[in-house]
């Protein structure tokens, strides 16, 4: 299982929301260059890069300075916010990121816009954000509810050609109230695709209880920041 350590820019700054309000912004480092590097030298083979400007206005806001954290490190990068057409796709894959993440245009799916880019990129270059609030997913950067359950989406998506998934609770974000593990658990019986957890992580023994699910992976952000988890776990799992 590997570890994700979140990278989340708002202003061209390092911070993390609490439960996704924009209002509740903790800015912890004012370079987000420095941020990849630090957990570069941790062992990260990996970094979930959010562009939160993106995720709010729908096109990506951030792309010089994601360019630039790219060109100064060399870990694979999964990066979202505000990807929503086949051109910010190209353009995230042209400058070296493994995967991109699509939130947003995957809930409303027009003319099968997900199926098109699985097609054109491969299921192995486009992950699915299911962001959940009381079971239901939300959408433009957390900001607006649907009626669409996490469930439905994922099965939505699965019939789109769709393999690879985050799944983030809320609810739990930014807490250290840990996982939903009963709701991961129901996701991996019920499903077959490849997993990735996000929301209230805060404990060696969230991690390992994910392990047991056989998740792909976990996204930690606000409990590194705090120092609620040593970064030296990432080196313990991969």
């Given amino acids: 299982m590997k570890i994700f350590p979140a990278i989340d820019i708002l202003n061209e700054k390092c911070v993390r929301l609490f439960k996704g309000d924009y209002k509740k912004a903790t800015v912890y480092s004012e370079d987000p260059i420095k941020m990849i590097n630090k957990w570069s030298e941790h062992g990260a083979e990996w970094i979930h890069i959010v562009d939160l400007d993106g995720a709010r206005k729908g096109k990506p806001i951030s792309k010089a300075l994601i360019t630039k954290m790219i060109n100064k490190s060399s870990v694979k990068i999964q990066i979202g916010g505000g990807i929503r057409d086949l051109d910010s796709i190209e353009y995230y894959l042209s400058i070296g990121v493994e995967r991109v993440i699509l939130g947003s245009v995957a809930i409303e799916n027009k003319n099968d816009f997900v199926n098109t880019a699985v097609s054109k990129y491969g299921s192995d270059r486009i992950i699915i954000s299911v962001d959940s609030e009381n079971g239901f997913v939300k959408s433009d950067g957390w900001i607006r509810s649907t009626k669409i359950s996490s469930k439905e989406l994922i099965s939505n998506m699965?019939?789109?050609?769709?393999?690879?998934?985050?799944?983030?609770?809320?609810?739990k974000d930014g807490t250290f109230q840990g996982v939903s593990i009963e709701t991961i658990e129901s996701i991996t019986k019920e499903y077959h695709?490849?997993?990735?957890?996000?929301?209230?992580?805060?404990?060696?023994?969230?991690?390992k209880n994910l392990e047991k699910l056989n998740v792909d992976g976990v996204i930690i952000g606000k409990a590194f920041y705090e120092n609620h988890l040593n970064p030296s776990v990432i080196s313990e799992f991969k």
């Fill in 158 to 171: 699965i019939s789109s050609g769709v393999t690879n998934f985050i799944y983030t609770d809320i609810e």
């Fill in 193 to 207: 695709l490849n997993l990735i957890v996000a929301g209230g992580i805060s404990s060696i023994d969230d991690i």
